[in-house]
């Protein structure tokens, strides 16, 4: 979806081809899980209840498991070409990571401080950062957007999100 | 003509001035989410389900679907004007329409994709209507046998008409079954594959998915390409509006074909996207300006985007009437469904027919007042792609991360996002598509239900799946497409093979 004019001139990290034979080796492990977990459920025939609990995964992971391998093998034996084009470059890489890691942390934040916080942090750090933006513009941003979303779900929709101290400290 | 009357009654339930609002509303939200990356139609549903819960189901589904409305008009948009689809099914729209608008043509450009969008819409949403009664009356006498068919057939359709390779759409539907299986065994009330942890025993909602695979996936690949927008501005003016729809008429075959694509395509899951491309490419084969596609010509803006409408709103045949979302939309729109306590399926024409029919009815409505809302108001929408990425970015994920917390009120949920965020910017790299996995996470259980059922009816007998000329041409159809790819590949092979030697 994405033009890849700008791969050419940045240095490739990894080519599509690893990515493909990492993600086939990922979902032959996911089947593996799947079929060990099958296999203690039982995936045989039981009276008066039919296929037992672990018969409609087990046939899944089977599935799971064999076009996996046909992606794995199609990917180690590709001709060079098409496969070899870049996955993803270095410095688009760092890009994503820059927002990949962030996203964690906010994740992490939320438990500890509450919805609102984070995502005010959150959103201050990212425009100040990432963006470059000044700190009135991240600031007022940072504070719309969580005042917005507490007006639109706890009085408005009564949807409760997760608070933390400052909002317990306030009454809610 | 039955079909009339309901559809009357239709109308006198939708159209109330508190519908009306919602109406508007929703097709606003919708063109929003249409616009802005990272948000689309299934995870922009997903996030504002919530908000509905505390709605009567008509008004909450009228709401929703004209967001999906809105998504489906807002993509053509930034495909047109910044060569950027919005949305996986503009894809298409942006062969012919960027160039037209390159050339001062954008409001051309986007009339006709506006227009295109209403024509497929309102033709999906007549063949709704008259077909859908039918399908569910049908479907009333169906057990499950039947539902295990058709809904083998829906998965066999991704397989047999998708673009990729046929290998990784198992896998990534495989994928979806085997998350969908986590958690509490319907039938024997055994955990399965939860391994003692107590954050897994609720398995994997698929509208969190929903929401970190097409959402947070988006985002990150936004951030990877290092966007910024650089567009044509736009006003449409009235005499390019009436001398676009002067062209129209001329173009009545590629509109009817786009129309019939968009239809089949969206009724059996082939989705939009698929449409949309399937339709350009026909367009291009059987025009007369053939040669001139991709350099500006109108029809390629109206084959893809009719064809993607069209598909886009006939997704929701099989949801009301089998239970079966023809796309991920769809999808949501069931989950919705099932939260404020409906049972999607042939029943639900009998017992909500008010629901129902309030439904259709607005789809007829909301179309309209999209079409017109659209063409006053792209000044307006063009103007939220200046905000700068690094403001819209950090809110869109804050947005996400609260559509995920209040599927469930988990913080695991939004862990997961995060996760399938990741999961879908590598599989959407890696052309794995992401529809069959949604699906499958959605259908799941039903499918295994409905496959245990049947087997408990036959005790252990698969010929259940061919004991009736019903049952058995569906499965005989599924398995056609499950192995069209291999067939197809047969035929190249022996094609080939004589002018080798």
Redesign the interface.
């Known amino acids: 979806?994405?033009?890849n004019d700008?791969s050419g001139d940045e240095m490739s990290l990894v080519t599509?081809r690893t990515?493909?034979i990492a993600?086939?080796l990922l979902?032959l492990l996911?089947?593996a899980?799947?079929i060990y977990?099958?296999a203690r459920?039982g995936f045989d025939?039981r009276e008066n209840?039919?296929?037992?609990?672990?018969?409609?995964?087990f046939y899944?992971?089977l599935?799971?498991a064999s076009?996996?391998l046909?992606?794995l093998l199609?990917a180690l034996f590709a001709r060079h070409g098409v496969d070899s084009e870049s996955?993803?470059s270095r410095p688009?890489?760092m890009?994503?990571l820059?927002?990949?890691i962030p996203?964690?942390i906010?994740?992490a934040v939320?438990?500890l401080l509450g919805?609102y916080i984070a995502?005010a942090l959150?959103?201050i750090a990212?425009?100040l950062t990432?963006?470059?933006?000044s700190i009135i513009r991240s600031v007022a941003?940072g504070v719309t957007?969580?005042l917005a979303?507490f007006v639109?779900?706890e009085i408005w929709?009564?949807?409760?999100?997760?608070k933390g101290p400052v909002e317990n400290f306030l009454g809610y | 003509m039955e079909e009339i009357a309901s559809l009357m009654q239709g109308f006198a339930v939708a159209l109330t001035p508190f519908n009306l609002l919602l109406m508007l509303v929703g097709i606003l939200l919708g063109v929003i989410i249409g616009v802005l990356p990272g948000l689309g139609g299934a995870n922009g549903v997903a996030i504002l389900l919530p908000l509905t819960f505390s709605m009567p189901p008509t008004s909450a589904i009228i709401m929703l679907s004209c967001i999906y409305w809105g998504a489906l008009f807002g993509g053509a948009i930034t495909s047109i004007l910044f060569n950027i689809p919005g949305e996986p099914w503009s894809v298409a729209t942006t062969f012919d329409g960027h160039p037209m608008a390159q050339k001062g043509k954008a409001d051309e450009a986007l009339t006709a994709a506006f227009t295109s969008s209403f024509v497929g819409a309102i033709v999906a949403v007549i063949v709704i209507t008259f077909l859908a009664p039918l399908v569910a009356r049908f479907a009333l006498k169906f057990g499950p046998p039947e539902f295990f068919a058709v809904q083998f057939l829906t998965f066999a359709s991704f397989i047999g008409m998708g673009k990729g390779s046929p290998f990784k759409t198992l896998a990534a539907m495989c994928l979806g079954f085997a998350l969908a299986a986590v958690g509490l065994d319907n039938v024997t009330g055994q955990l399965r594959m939860t391994f003692d942890q107590e954050m897994l025993l609720n398995g994997f909602k698929f509208l969190v998915a929903v929401i970190g695979l097409f959402g947070i996936g988006e985002i990150l690949s936004s951030m990877e390409s290092g966007l910024n927008f650089s567009g044509a501005h736009a006003k449409i003016r009235l005499d390019a509006v009436l001398q676009t729809w002067k062209q129209m008429p001329r173009l009545w075959f590629t509109f009817l074909r786009s129309c019939i694509i968009g239809c089949w395509m969206g009724i059996t899951p082939g989705g939009a996207t698929p449409a949309s491309f399937m339709s350009y490419g026909l367009a291009k084969q059987f025009s007369k300006n053939g040669k001139n596609f991709g350099k500006g010509e109108i029809e390629g803006v109206v084959a893809p985007e009719t064809a993607a409408h069209a598909a886009g709103t006939s997704a929701l045949l099989p949801m009301l009437t089998l239970g079966i979302p023809g796309s991920p939309t769809a999808a949501v729109l069931l989950g919705g469904l099932l939260i404020w306590g409906l049972q999607p399926g042939p029943m639900l024409f009998v017992e909500q027919p008010d629901f129902v029919w309030g439904l259709i009815a607005s789809m007829y409505l909301g179309n309209v007042v999209g079409l017109i809302l659209i063409l006053t108001c792209v000044p307006l929408f063009a103007a939220i792609l200046r905000i700068p990425f690094s403001i819209i970015a950090p809110i869109i994920l804050v947005i996400c991360a609260v559509g995920a917390y209040t599927v469930n009120n988990s913080i695991f949920d939004v862990w997961m996002m995060v996760v399938f965020g990741v999961i879908g910017y590598v599989f959407v790299k890696l052309s794995y598509p992401l529809p069959p996995l949604v699906l499958a996470l959605v259908l799941g259980d039903m499918a295994e239900g409905s496959f245990r059922q049947s087997m408990l009816i036959s005790q252990g007998d698969l010929s259940v799946f061919f004991s009736n000329w019903l049952v058995g041409s569906i499965m005989t159809l599924g398995l056609i497409l499950l192995f069209w790819p291999a067939l197809r590949w047969l035929i190249t092979l022996r094609r080939s093979k004589p002018q080798h030697a």
């Open positions: 979806m994405h033009g700008s599509n990515m493909d993600v086939a979902l996911v089947s899980v799947v977990d099958s459920l025939w209840e039919g296929p037992a609990s672990g018969y409609f995964p899944i992971a599935i799971l076009s996996s046909v992606n199609r996955f993803v688009a890489f890009r994503v820059a927002v990949l996203a964690f906010f994740v939320i438990q919805l995502s959150f959103i990212f425009m990432l963006g470059r933006e941003v957007i969580p979303l639109l779900f929709f009564l949807v409760p999100l997760p």
